[in-house]
């Protein structure tokens, strides 16, 4: 057999880097939206990113406990 039917290794990194680049589950930032995307529908009509109406839910839950504290903590004392 001659050397040029052999495969480097650096052949097989670079072609796995490629493989693993393009996929979405070993991406942790795509892995992050796809898993807090709307699960109907994650992209609307014009090409923009929704998020999952619980997240939403819970983001609007937490700035209003967060502004029940600041008005309690600082607010109260005026």
């Avoid at 670079?14 to 996929?23: G, K, V």
Wanted: glycine content about 4%.
């Amino acid at each position: 057999m001659d050397a040029e039917d052999y495969i480097s290794s650096e052949k097989v990194r670079s072609a796995l880097r490629s493989i693993y680049r393009s996929d979405a589950e070993s991406n942790l930032q795509k892995a992050l939206f796809e898993s807090l995307s709307n699960d109907l529908q994650p992209i609307d009509q014009k090409g923009r990113w929704k998020p999952s109406s619980l997240l939403v839910l819970v983001f609007l839950l937490l700035c209003a406990l967060a502004g029940v504290f600041l008005y309690f903590s600082i607010g109260a004392r005026s």
